[in-house]
């Protein structure tokens, strides 16, 4: 029997257009014997469109002579940009009395998402089945466009060719990479759209396809290219909004002693583990790549990994007995002794592990992070041949499924349910392929590898009190801890602080309209320890309070924190330039400015970033309360009591969440009553609470969450096979 449960899904990319049937838009108000005076019928009417996370929807309520009210929807978008810009552009439908509006700056996808929408809506209300409209024709010929995607050095530019009013050919000119540093994580997220998503535009005909979960920037952006393309050459683009048709199949796959949910890096472990261990093995992913967050960090901690002591001539890196008391006390107590001490025993075992059966390899070095030991805990890993962890998941995974013919795993499946017996027991996932189809998948075990909870505003408010810009991939929704919670299961520091390692700007200027060093300078200034920060509250924040730094730190002013520079300091940048020039740990955009050269061009750098919200130039400190929209508990600023405040806003830019479920050293889920769900195992960020301390940063040995995600990724596959394989 299936459990029928709500369950929230931040699903990247969803629907992009749909209409009901019928009319092809909802129609809840009686519209029998109106007149179409105006070209409008009385009632209301609902449209669809595609946004930055999913569908937004927008309502609107005529009479015969216009529109008189519109509302807008949009649940996935981000809260504090598309979701913010909701309100607005109702409005300027409304004014317009037309889906031809300006949009709001910074959500441009959730401004074209608006549009196609109230074109719907406003259909629907004149009558209009917008299938049956032939299509405004697109010259022939091959266009290329560009606009700002997931890079931060170039914008994304595409060539599109038409034939006939048909999409024959979507080529990159240029990905929207991130910096060099960047480029192969980059790399493999943008190449799961040009496989995935542009053939499916083009077979489909139509921009209502599916973004691609884990790659939703760069598949939004490049709907956008393609939508422009079609406008500025004799098309409408609103018109390439075609429903794709959703399969209705269920497919059962039945008999599997283990069924990994989630492909990032505890659940390739787990999957690995199990596989060698004797177990037929079922893997499901959202994202249409392997590896999620695995791929996208550098390295993980590891206690004396064998390979690497014996490069350090046979010397171990630590005392393990220091190191455990060194970590309790840390953690105040707060995490669970026996796992940190399980974690110790058993990291430095996964490297081996990985590099002696799979196609990993570690540096021969161990080094320091930032920790006041200065013990040598952490390396990066590549594939083989050095090249990259994208090469080393993928080949590993193809290793361990063809240790039994049954193995296998999908990606962009999504995982909606645990399917559960009349006893409450689970036997097994129920998931949904980006197609629509539904897979009821049967097993003995279900391990939860999920990544935390990091695109789930919900829960980010719930758990941590804010919502978060991310580096990361955020398919990791929550699903492990919200299932687990259905189940009894317990949660464990579930309100650790954000993975943090990022601090820049509110809204990243990735234009090309702008100039590398423009730019750059403005993300050096809100990154100035030099300046007076204070944090979401309106408090005084010391960015650097434990020394780890501002991309450390960020977390703690909470969703942003603001640089405020007075007029004194700021006629200083003009006259005799900056203090010091900051580049960001990621996310550097490739300018530079000599310290002590006068920022002559200073105020345009600021108009720059009033266009991207960054920056709120304010007459006083009143002033600028009453545009942030919070009290600012400072008597002055440097030393300023009037003037001009110059208001840079920044933000922490994080990887994951770092709390979760409880669980025991089998990595079962435990319930409140401290027992055991002997074939439900919890993994990765989804129980990284267990090493950590309440409301407060995870660790600081470096690596510690991709290293929990692979050694208890690795417990619980050979656990789970040990128990349910044969």
Sequence with gaps: MRKKKWFSLMLAGVLAFSMCPASQASEEAETEGNSQAAGYSAGTFTGEGQGFGGTVTVTITTDENGILDVSA??????????????????????EAQSSDIDGVSGASFTSAGIRTAAQAAIDAAQGVDATE?????????????????????????????????????????????????????YSAIYATVEENLYPRIIESQSLAVDSISGATVSSNAAKTIIADIIDENGGDSSQWYTAIEKSTDVVVLE?????????????????????????????????????????????????????????NGGELFVDTDELLEAWMEYTEGDAKEELV????????????????????????????????????????????TMTSKDIAYNNSIETAKAMNEKNDYMTELTATDLLLDEDGTVIGVEAEYYDGTIYQIYGDSVILATGG????????????????????MTPCDGFAISEALELGGALYNEDVAVEDHIAQLDTIIRSDDYSYDDKSLLTSLVLDLNYQMIDSNGDSFDGNYNGLGLAFNAWEAGSNYYVLINEEEYESIKTNGLISFNEPMFFFQGGTYEEGTPVENLDEIMAMGQEYNDVIIADSLEAL??????????????????????????????????????????????????????????????????????????????????????????????????????
């Design 73 to 94: 929807e949009g649940p996935d978008e981000t809260p504090d940009v598309g979701g913010a810009a909701l309100d607005e552009l109702a409005a300027q439908v409304l």
């Design 133 to 185: 409209t032939e299509k405004a024709v697109v010259a022939d010929g091959t266009y290329t466009s560009k606009t700002p995607s997931f890079g931060v050095m170039g914008e994304m530019e595409l060539s599109v060719t038409f034939e006939n009013n048909q999409i024959t050919d979507i080529t990159t000119i240029c990905a929207g990479s991130a910096t060099q540093a960047d480029e192969d994580e």
């Design 255 to 311: 008999d599997y002693d283990v069924i990994v949910v989630g492909l990032g890096a505890s659940g390739l472990a787990s999957y690995l583990s199990a596989a060698e261990n004797g177990a037929t093995v079922f893997g499901i992913e959202t994202a249409a790549k392997i590896g999620g967050n695995g791929t996208n960090t550098a390295g993980p901690l590891g206690v004396n990994p064998e390979k690497q002591v014996e490069n």
């Design 341 to 384: 001490e399980l974690f110790i025993e058993e990291s430095g075992e996964t490297f081996g592990w990985l590099e002696d059966n799979y196609d990993f390899a570690f540096l021969p070095d161990m080094y320091a992070f930032y920790d006041s030991h200065g013990w040598q805990l952490w390396t990066m890993y590549y594939d083989s």
């Design 453 to 472: 909870y990091i695109g789930n505003s919900e829960m980010c408010l719930e758990y941590t009190g804010s919502t978060w810009h991310t580096k990361g």
């Design 625 to 726: 309360e009453e545009q942030l929209g919070f009290t600012i508990n400072l008597d002055d600023v440097h030393g300023q009591t009037e003037g001009k405040i110059y208001c840079i806003i920044g933000a922490a830019y994080v990887y994951s969440t770092c709390g979760g479920m409880d669980v025991d050293v089998n990595m079962n889920l435990l319930k409140e009553d401290g027992t055991a769900i002997e074939n439900v195992y919890v993994v990765g960020n989804d129980s990284l609470g267990v090493l950590n301390a309440s409301d407060k940063a995870y660790v600081t040995y470096g690596g510690c969450a991709q290293g929990w995600a692979l050694t208890s990724g690795r417990l619980a596959g050979a656990n789970a096979a040990a128990k349910y394989a044969g």
